[in-house]
């Protein structure tokens, strides 16, 4: 399973840190990915990691603000979201791939087989 941790409640312009970590699994995954779910909208990629060699993917909206990053000893990824914007409120899911996909495929929900549980996020004004 993929348990998340993290997110909360902030101001605007403030930071914060989601972790993903794989329990229980046997092999490594191939790619990790960050998605957010805002009321009434598609779930989005927000940031993807290729895990053997660390190649990410950042959606334009967080670009610059937002990093994603792995632990190998931990089997973890972290999304380190900082200078928050009240648009950025959802619900933020990790999700987990084995098979091995690069940064163009991994964005897309749908190559995903693997969820975590979500987690909100919301930033005030």
């Known amino acids: 399973q993929l348990v998340q941790s993290g997110g909360g409640l902030v101001q605007s312009g403030e930071s914060l840190r989601l972790s993903c970590t794989a329990e229980?699994?046997?092999?490594?995954?191939?790619?990790i990915g960050w998605f957010r779910q805002a009321p009434g909208k598609e779930r989005e990629g927000v940031s993807c990691?290729?895990?053997?060699?660390?190649?990410?993917y950042h959606a334009d909206s967080v670009k610059g603000r937002f990093t994603i990053t792995r632990d190998n000893a931990k089997n973890t990824v972290n999304l380190q979201m900082n200078t928050l914007k009240p648009e950025d409120t959802a619900l933020y899911y990790c999700?987990?791939?084995?098979?091995?996909?690069?940064?163009?495929?991994?964005?897309?929900?749908?190559?995903?087989?693997?969820w975590g549980q979500g987690t909100q996020v919301t930033v005030s004004t």
């Open positions: 999700a987990a791939v084995f098979t091995s996909y690069g940064t163009r495929r991994l964005p897309d929900r749908k190559n995903y087989p693997y």
């Open positions: 229980g699994f046997t092999l490594n995954f191939n790619g």
């Open positions: 990691i290729v895990w053997d060699d660390g190649s990410t």
